[in-house]
C-alpha cells in the first residue's frame, strides 16, 4: 500500500480551519510536563523497518505491567491466565465481525456460541435462567434494580455499602430521574453488615442489592437476608465482581437469590486497561419475562432438526427504542463467545482449580502478614483490605512495592473517597506465585 504523507500545504489548511497555528496547539490539554520536545526520542533520520521494531520493543519493556510484574490489583478487574485458545477462536471471521451478532437472521452457531454461554453462566451462578450477556457489571446491576420495580411494582432500591462503589454509582446515576427512594446502607467497615441492610428494608422496598463476595472480598450467610426479603415481599439482588468464585464458594442461587448479576471478565477476557468487561445477568425462571436483554433459545423446525433461536426478542428488536431494556452490542456477542470458550476448556475440575489457588493466594498472604500491619478480619476469597498504621507507612510500602516492579494494591480512597488513607485493596488470583507473596511480604519492611 502506498503511503502518502500530509504535505505542508494540507497541515496548514488544516489548522487554519480548525483555528490554531501549530499541531503543539491541539495538545494543550496535556500537562507540559508530559509533552515531549521534538527531537527527545533520539530517532535516526533513517532506520530499517527491522531497526525500528528493535528500538520501539526495547522502549516498551520499559512499561511495567501484569505480565512482567507481581500484581495485586483487583476492585472489579482481576488478572487470571487467558489460554491461547480464546483468542483464537474469537479471532475466527465467523466470530470476529462488524455484524451485530443478535440479530434473527445470525448464523446457528453464533447462536449456539450464546446458548452454551446462557447454560454455562446459569450453572455457575446456581440460577435458572441467563440472558445473552450485558455491556458491563455496573450496568447489569442498574438493569437488576429496574427488573426489580417492575416485578415487584414498587421503587424502593436498598443498597449495601459494600457493592463496588462503581456499581453503586451507575446505578444511582440510572434511579436519580425515576419515581422512589435510592438508599445506600453504610457498612462501617470493610464488610457486609446484614442486620443494618435489613433494618433499611420496608413495605415499599422492590429490592435490595448486596455483594457477595462484598467488594472487601468478605464472604457471608445470606439466609438472614433471603428470610427478610421474603417477609417484606421484595427482591434480592446479588451482585459478583469475580465469578470464578462460585467454582468454590456456595453460588448466589444456592443462597436464594431472585436475580444475580456481575461480571464476566474473569472467565478468558484480558484486562485490558479496563475494558472490555462482560456484564452478566441470571434471575429465577418466573422472572423471565421481565429479564433484559436476549435470550437465545433450542427449539426444532418444521422438519424436526434442532435449531437455536432468539427468544422474546420481540420485547428488544421491535419496540420503540426508549421501551428496550437492553444495553447488549456487538462487542458483548464477541466477549461471551470468549466466556464460553474459556469455560469449556477449563470445565469444573479447571474452574475449581482457578478458584482454589486465588483463595489460597490471599491465605498465604494474610497469614504471614507482619504485626505492623493488619488485615480486614472475617471470611474472605480472594480479595481484602490491609491496614497500615498510617498514611505515610501506607505510601513508604507502595513506593518500595513500585521498585520491586510489584502492583501492590489499590489505595481505597481512590475507588471510595469516604475510605481512610492508610487502607489497601488486594487481590489474588492463580497468577500470584509464592515468589511474588516472598517479594510483597520483603517490600512491606519499610512500612513500620
Do not use: W
Not at 17 to 33: K, N, Q, Y
Not at 135 to 141: C, M, N, S
Not at 331 to 359: I, P, R
Not at 411 to 421: G, K, N, S, W
Amino acid at each position: 500500500m502506498r503511503f502518502l504523507p500530509h504535505t505542508d500545504t494540507d497541515r496548514k489548511a488544516m489548522l487554519e480551519t480548525m483555528g490554531v497555528s501549530t499541531l503543539r496547539d491541539l495538545f494543550t490539554d496535556i500537562p507540559a510536563e508530559f509533552q515531549i520536545d521534538k527531537g527527545s526520542l533520539e530517532i535516526a533520520s533513517t532506520l530499517s523497518e527491522a531497526g525500528i521494531v528493535r528500538k520501539f520493543t526495547r522502549a516498551s519493556e520499559k512499561n511495567r505491567n501484569a505480565t512482567n510484574s507481581a500484581y495485586f490489583l483487583g476492585g472489579g478487574t482481576y488478572h487470571h491466565f487467558v489460554p491461547a485458545v480464546v483468542d483464537y477462536v474469537i479471532s475466527r471471521g465467523e466470530f470476529l465481525t462488524a455484524y451485530t451478532p443478535y440479530q434473527p437472521e445470525i448464523s446457528q452457531g453464533t447462536l449456539q456460541a450464546l446458548f452454551e454461554f446462557q447454560t454455562m453462566i446459569a450453572r455457575l451462578t446456581g440460577m435458572d435462567v441467563s440472558n445473552a450477556s450485558m455491556y458491563e457489571a455496573a450496568t447489569a446491576t442498574a438493569e437488576a434494580a429496574l427488573m426489580a420495580r417492575r416485578v415487584t411494582r414498587k421503587t424502593r432500591v436498598v443498597m449495601a455499602g459494600s457493592v463496588n462503589p462503581r456499581y453503586r454509582s451507575v446505578t444511582a446515576n440510572y434511579l436519580s430521574r425515576l419515581d422512589g427512594e435510592y438508599v445506600e446502607v453504610d457498612m462501617g467497615a470493610f464488610g457486609t453488615d446484614l442486620e443494618k441492610v435489613i433494618a433499611a428494608i420496608d413495605a415499599t422496598t422492590a429490592c435490595v442489592i448486596v455483594q457477595y463476595p462484598d467488594f472487601y472480598g468478605s464472604v457471608y450467610d445470606l439466609a438472614p437476608l433471603r428470610a427478610a426479603c421474603d417477609a417484606a415481599k421484595c427482591l434480592m439482588v446479588v451482585a459478583f465482581s469475580d465469578i470464578s468464585a462460585f467454582a468454590l464458594i456456595e453460588s448466589p442461587g444456592a443462597m436464594g437469590a431472585d436475580i444475580a448479576v456481575g461480571s464476566g471478565q474473569s472467565l478468558g477476557i484480558p484486562m485490558g486497561f479496563g475494558g472490555p468487561h462482560l456484564g452478566l445477568f441470571t434471575c429465577k425462571q418466573k422472572y423471565l419475562r421481565q429479564m433484559p436483554g436476549r435470550v437465545c433459545g433450542l427449539t426444532t423446525d418444521v422438519n424436526g432438526k434442532r435449531g437455536f433461536v432468539l427468544t422474546l426478542s420481540t420485547r428488544e428488536q421491535h419496540i420503540r427504542r426508549e421501551k428496550a431494556t437492553s444495553n447488549i452490542c456487538s462487542n458483548q456477542g464477541l466477549m461471551c463467545t470468549a466466556a464460553a470458550t474459556y469455560m469449556a476448556l477449563m470445565g469444573d475440575a479447571g474452574l475449581e482449580k482457578v478458584a482454589m489457588h486465588s483463595a489460597a493466594a490471599l491465605q498465604s498472604l494474610i497469614s504471614q502478614l507482619p504485626a505492623h500491619v493488619s488485615a480486614a478480619s472475617g471470611a474472605r476469597y480472594n480479595e481484602t483490605v490491609l491496614s497500615f498504621v498510617d498514611n505515610a507507612a501506607r505510601d513508604r510500602f507502595l513506593a518500595a512495592a513500585r521498585e520491586k516492579d510489584i502492583f501492590a494494591g489499590i489505595p481505597l480512597e481512590q475507588v471510595d473517597p469516604a475510605a481512610e488513607t492508610n487502607h489497601l485493596l488486594v487481590a489474588t488470583t492463580e497468577m500470584v506465585e509464592e515468589a511474588d507473596i516472598t517479594g510483597f511480604l520483603s517490600a512491606l519492611e519499610v512500612a513500620k
